[in-house]
Each structure stands twice: as structure tokens, then as C-alpha cells.
């Protein structure tokens, strides 16, 4: 069973302060995705990193995929209100796409 | 944009009761997803759908769970007779031929009394 451990579960930082999350398994995976979750609704794809090494970067949000594709990073930089909510990462399975999730950070910055 | 649609967003059944959660997966997409979450918990796999059967499931998706894509349109989850543990929020999620991305709908709260 493959298994995507996400850390940490909760953080609480206040606004300007840099944040890393991180996504780690001991199974490799095709591609790793983050989704970011508000209440109520269903996860949105923030970006899906495929290469090993991968760096994406989406404005504050820096994420890297792992040499051997096993782990992945979101860095948040100068961390605003707005980036408040639920962040995920999945890992994609090569047989079917299926999903293999993380437990989830939720993430609050105080202004 | 296309998007998933799903409904009803909140759905309150009694323990025993049959309930269906509806999807409409984007138009031109043809591999269909059946997530679930409960509440506090990881995002779980539930069923992968393609060409009109299953493909994948996961040892939640036991005999009191079908699948079913009726008119071409809709991807429905039937629950046969509801626990209580089945409490959660539904996810449906879509996918084009050759594309990795899955695109989510808001979900389906469902609440067992």
C-alpha cells in the first residue's frame, strides 16, 4: 500500500514568516500534485510537479519534487492572510492516475 | 470553464437507507472518480470508472457501493444501505484521455443519522 505522509498537520504563523510543508513516502511516484482545500468546497490543483528535482514556482508558493520522486516540498514565502486554508498533496500513481493522498495542512497566517 | 458538478451538496439519510450522490464529469472527459473524506480525515480512493465499467477500487468500495454511469452524462454512487460510518464528504473527479489531472467537484456532504 503506498502511503503519502504529510507534515506538518497544522501551523499557525504569522504573516511575512516563511513555511515549508512537506510530502514524503517511501514509494515513488509518477507525478506528485498539491491541491489547496477551503471549506465546503473540493480540492483545487495548484500545480503538478513530474520530473525528479522539479522546481515549480506560483508567485510566494515554491514547490519542489524530490530526486527519486518520492517526496515534495511547498515552501510559502512572505506568507499572507489569504494564503490560509487547506493544503494537499497526492501522489499519482502510474496504473491508473489513481490518487494517493496526504492527510492535509491546515495552514493559518495571522495578520 | 467546465467544470464537475455534483449534487445535492448535503444529503441526510437515515442508517439503512439507500442514497445516490450525483456527478456530472466535465463533457469530453472519460475516466470518472468516486473520492471520499471524513471529517478530520485524508482524502480517500473509492472507485475509478472508464468505458462504462470499474476499473479500480479500493477495499472501502465493498458490495453495499455500485457505480453507475446511466445516460452518458451522469456518474452516480449509490450506497445501499447507509452506516453511520459512512458520514463523509463525496468527491467525484474527471479526467481526459492522456491528461493526469483530475478535476474535482465541490462534493456531497453526506450525513447519516
Known amino acids: 500500500t503506498q502511503l503519502l505522509e504529510q507534515s506538518p498537520q497544522f501551523l499557525s504563523i504569522q504573516e511575512g514568516e516563511n513555511l515549508t510543508v512537506y510530502c514524503n513516502s517511501s514509494?515513488?511516484?509518477?507525478?506528485l500534485q498539491w491541491y489547496r482545500q477551503e471549506p465546503g468546497e473540493g480540492p483545487v490543483l495548484l500545480v503538478t510537479v513530474v520530473t525528479g528535482g522539479e522546481v515549480k514556482k506560483l508567485k510566494r508558493l515554491t514547490f519542489q519534487f524530490g530526486d527519486a520522486r518520492k517526496d515534495s516540498s511547498l515552501h510559502i514565502t512572505a506568507a499572507q492572510p489569504g494564503d490560509t486554508g487547506l493544503y494537499l498533496c497526492a501522489g499519482v500513481r502510474d496504473s491508473n492516475y489513481q490518487l494517493i493522498w496526504g492527510a492535509g495542512t491546515k495552514l493559518i497566517i495571522k495578520p | 470553464e467546465p467544470e464537475v458538478t455534483q449534487t445535492p451538496s448535503h444529503q441526510v439519510t437515515q442508517m439503512g437507507q439507500e442514497v445516490i450522490l450525483r456527478c456530472v464529469p466535465i463533457s469530453n472527459h472519460l475516466y470518472f472518480y468516486w473520492y471520499r473524506q471524513i471529517l478530520g480525515q485524508k482524502v480517500e480512493f473509492l472507485v475509478s470508472?472508464?468505458?462504462?465499467?470499474?476499473?479500480?477500487k479500493s477495499e472501502i468500495f465493498d458490495d453495499q457501493f455500485s457505480v453507475e454511469r446511466p445516460d452518458g452524462s451522469n456518474f452516480t454512487l449509490k450506497i445501499r444501505s447507509t452506516k453511520l460510518e459512512d458520514s463523509a464528504m463525496y468527491f467525484c473527479?474527471?479526467?481526459?484521455?492522456?491528461?493526469?489531472?483530475?478535476?474535482f467537484g465541490a462534493g456531497t456532504r453526506l450525513s447519516v443519522l
Open positions: 514509494s515513488v511516484f509518477s507525478s
Open positions: 470508472f472508464y468505458n462504462n465499467e470499474i476499473s479500480e
Open positions: 473527479a474527471s479526467r481526459n484521455r492522456g491528461g493526469n489531472i483530475q478535476y
